[in-house]
């Protein structure tokens, strides 16, 4: 258990280190996601960008749990 926190904290610092290079990643404006945009009312729908987390944040894990 405190090798995986100490693994998760050392993600999330190396995380906010490249932070100004992560933040051009393209997350939330990929093909997929459904933008609804009417008059006083915007929509956003991230269904590429939720899906491409998930799979990213399940092969983490499952690397993790392999250690």
Same mark, same amino acid.
């Given at each position: +258990?405190? /090798? +995986?926190? $100490? $693994?998760?904290?050392? *993600?999330? #610092?190396?995380?906010?280190?490249? !932070?100004?290079?992560?933040? /051009?990643?393209?997350?939330? %404006? *990929?093909?997929?996601?459904? $933008? $609804? &945009? %009417?008059?006083?009312? /915007?929509?956003?729908?991230? *269904?590429? &960008? +939720? =899906? =491409?987390? &998930?799979?990213?944040?399940? #092969?983490?894990? !499952?690397?993790? %749990? /392999?250690?």
């Amino acid at each position: +258990m405190q /090798k +995986m926190l $100490i $693994i998760i904290g050392v *993600l999330i #610092l190396i995380i906010g280190l490249l !932070w100004p290079w992560v933040g /051009k990643i393209p997350l939330g %404006r *990929l093909p997929g996601d459904i $933008i $609804i &945009s %009417r008059p006083h009312v /915007k929509i956003y729908i991230p *269904l590429a &960008s +939720m =899906l =491409l987390i &998930s799979i990213v944040v399940s #092969l983490i894990l !499952w690397i993790i %749990r /392999k250690l």
